[in-house]
């Protein structure tokens, strides 16, 4: 069998691993080829599972020689027999399920209802319609970025020292007096597009704090107007709409 020659892609997740071992219990430890139905069929999965979003996919990204090769570096941990050329993702798994084939089936099919499931959340009317100029993988990077706990922690901690939290694009502040009640109503924003922003940790700075309304206002107009909106724009763009507008449900 031709080794793959996909070395500059993403290193295999748990997820996949776990895939590729179910589908090497399922043989009953028969190492199939590139051309099995079965690992065409696993190939295809996972060149569509949402794990490595942002990666550039080759045409060797978990193609069928790759899967089958993977399926040779378990046999290979179960075995001691085979190609030796294993990670130490193989091994893990490995000594986590080796002989729990069982789980493994049961994970196996929880990972593929979820990525079903995450796949028909993309299709949604929000993120069909909320596309950045940067494309579809970017705006869901940003999306994410924004969701990351540590970062919303870290703005909110420091907002909370300087007094009662208030959207920075419409000065809205939150009524509640309890702090959890109140941090409910906030968001973060990234200022700068992911396109410009470095690989490194995200600065407070770079963090705006907008009540919900204000944060899927501003989504839109990035989207609907092709191009990054600065925040001086942002801000002005908020003060022109009329009392109480808001995106459309």
């Known amino acids: 069998m031709a080794r793959t020659h996909g070395h500059g892609n993403p290193s295999w997740s748990r997820d996949e691993t776990i895939l590729a071992l179910n589908l090497y219990f399922e043989g009953g430890r028969y190492v ?3 051309s099995d139905v ?6 295809e999965v996972l060149r569509r599972l949402p794990v490595h979003v942002t990666a550039k996919k080759t045409d060797t990204f978990r193609n069928p020689d790759g ?4 399926l040779q570096n378990l046999h290979n941990v179960a075995t001691g027999r085979g190609l030796a050329n294993v990670s130490r993702m193989d091994r893990l798994i490995w ?13 196996a099919e929880a990972i593929l209802r979820g990525a079903r499931e995450l796949q028909l959340a993309e299709k949604s009317e929000e993120e069909e319609e909320v ?5 579809r993988l970017l705006t869901r990077l940003h999306k994410q970025r924004e969701r990351a706990r540590g970062l919303r922690r870290r703005i909110l901690k420091a ?26 109503a906030f968001e973060i924003h990234h200022v700068i597009p992911l396109s ?3 690989e490194r940790a995200t600065r407070l700075s770079e963090l ?14 990035i989207a609907d107007c092709g191009t990054w909106i600065g925040f001086p724009e942002a801000k002005q763009l908020v003060s022109r709409l009329p009392e109480g507008s808001g995106p459309s449900p």
């Open 159 to 184: 907002r909370f020292a300087r007094g009662a939290l208030t959207c920075d694009m419409c000065s809205r502040q939150s009524a509640a007096l309890n702090q959890r009640i109140a941090d409910a």
């Open 32 to 34: 199939p080829g590139p």
């Open 208 to 221: 705006a704090l907008l009540c919900a309304s204000c944060h899927r206002i501003l989504h839109r107009a």
């Open 196 to 198: 410009s922003a470095q």
């Open 38 to 43: 079965r690992v065409v069929g696993l190939s």
């Open 131 to 135: 596309v950045f100029a940067e494309g």
């Open 67 to 70: 899967v089958a090769f993977k």
């Open 95 to 107: 000594s986590e399920f080796g002989g729990r084939q069982d789980v493994v089936k049961q994970l």
